[in-house]
């Protein structure tokens, strides 16, 4: 389904930065291209605030990706990669989206969260009380629930050239 996308309306746009990373490397062997993928979910309409949700590691290698996203315009939060006893690693942002998200929704005409993960859809169903909800991800690797939850999907994996750094 398709909605209309006005230039007035005030956006928001919440990156699952570690799904988008994941899914590019895992379908295409490629790195995500933030900056176009701004550009789409924008659609020529009023960015309010864009965050993508990241993790640190120990070796501190991803401060030029971090770089690049602020260059994009995008805002950083960042949390510490966890390591638990026995070497199983943990790093998640869900919750912090979601609230984020619920936070800024009175103020905004249309959410768009970049990610596939299913966990998002009790938050797209309660968002969409307030606002219109949209997702950007690659539909290979989407839930099926969260496409058919919001009112806008766009799959990058129809044109995945516009949104990987080095696809030819």
Excluded: C
């Excluded at 009175?106 to 966990?119: F, M, N, T, Y």
């Amino acid at each position: 389904m398709t909605v209309i996308k006005q230039k007035e309306q005030r956006v928001g746009i919440f990156i699952d930065a570690q799904n988008m990373y994941h899914s590019a490397k895992n379908l295409y062997h490629r790195k995500v291209n933030f900056a176009a993928i701004m550009r789409e979910a924008l659609a020529g309409r009023k960015l309010v605030r864009a965050i993508a949700y990241v993790i640190t590691s120990d070796s501190g290698e991803e401060k030029n990706f971090f770089d690049a996203l602020i260059k994009s315009g995008i805002e950083t939060k960042t949390k510490d990669l966890q390591t638990f006893y026995g070497g199983a690693k943990k790093a998640d942002w869900d919750v912090g989206l979601a609230v984020d998200a619920i936070k800024m929704a009175p103020r905004l005409d249309a959410i768009v969260i970049i990610s596939g993960d299913g966990d998002f859809v009790p938050l797209v169903e309660y968002l969409k009380t307030m606002t219109q909800v949209e997702a950007m991800s690659f539909g290979k690797s989407t839930s099926s629930k969260l496409i058919e939850s919001v009112d806008d999907f766009i799959d990058m994996s129809l044109t995945p050239k516009k949104y990987l750094i080095g696809m030819k």
